[in-house]
């Protein structure tokens, strides 16, 4: 059984620019979500993706967006990098909408 | 307000030495309460889910019960390998946006347990 799994693990971007993350959920998950972990804080709920719709956003701006593919993975798009966008960025994926996750171990974004 | 708020911010004990943490939770309609240990640079690791008050889990070393306003991780004779950032989400009716009742995290709480 493949866990889930996101790329790439760290990158480093500067102010405007846009960044793609990608990520593959475990193997039988047809939900996957995305949350931004600031330093020294919990996860946030970005959005949800069940049968490649939206499925549910946070208190996220419109330049953070999202796809699900037919194969359930899954990726991250934002637009306008803003400094504050630094953080660690996880993808988990699940069956449905509970709230057991499995969470990959994220791409860790750095905005200069 | 916060919704969840996990106590304290960081514990260090002694290997052996039982503690609890806490999580409370001001949210209505809970649907589930769920912990996660997360190691650092690291995703978070799903452990249990509580659902309705005095329900309890165990795990090896670990013990999570629920009431109606919080929950509480308790560690029993703690080893190094327990170090971690344990993590308490709720989802609740109360939570939904769209069709999702997505989870919301405490900041969690830093355990060290020194040899």
């Known amino acids: 059984e493949t866990g889930v799994t996101q790329s790439p693990t760290h990158l480093i971007k500067t102010r405007g620019q846009q960044v793609t993350l990608r990520c593959s959920s475990q193997?039988?998950?047809?939900?996957v979500s995305w949350y931004q972990q600031a330093l020294g804080q919990g996860p946030q709920f970005i959005f949800q993706?069940?049968?490649?719709?939206?499925?549910g956003r946070g208190n996220f701006p419109p330049r953070f967006s999202g796809l699900q593919f037919p194969n359930y993975s899954s990726e991250l798009n934002v637009n306008a990098l803003e400094l504050d966008d630094s953080a660690l960025y996880l993808c988990?994926?699940?069956?449905?909408?509970?709230?057991?996750?499995?969470f990959g171990e994220g791409s860790r974004l750095t905005v200069l | 307000e916060d919704q969840v708020t996990q106590s304290p911010e960081a514990l260090r004990l002694q290997e052996g030495e039982s503690s609890s943490l806490n999580c409370s939770y001001t949210?209505?309609?809970?649907?589930?309460l769920f912990w996660y240990r997360q190691d650092p640079g690291k995703g978070p690791e799903f452990l249990f889910t509580?659902?309705?008050a005095g329900e309890e889990k165990e795990k090896e070393r670990l013990k999570a019960t629920l009431t109606k306003k919080e929950s509480f991780l308790h560690i029993t004779a703690p080893k190094p390998e327990d170090s971690a950032t344990y993590l308490c989400?709720?989802?609740?009716?109360?939570?939904?946006?769209?069709?999702?009742?997505?989870?919301?995290f405490g900041k969690g709480t830093k355990l060290t347990v020194n040899p």
């Open positions: 988990a994926s699940s069956w449905g909408r509970t709230g057991e996750l499995f």
């Open positions: 193997s039988g998950h047809n939900t």
């Open positions: 993706y069940y049968r490649e719709e939206e499925n």
């Open positions: 949210v209505s309609g809970l649907r589930g």
């Open positions: 509580l659902y309705s």
């Open positions: 989400a709720v989802q609740a009716s109360g939570l939904t946006q769209g069709g999702s009742e997505k989870l919301v």
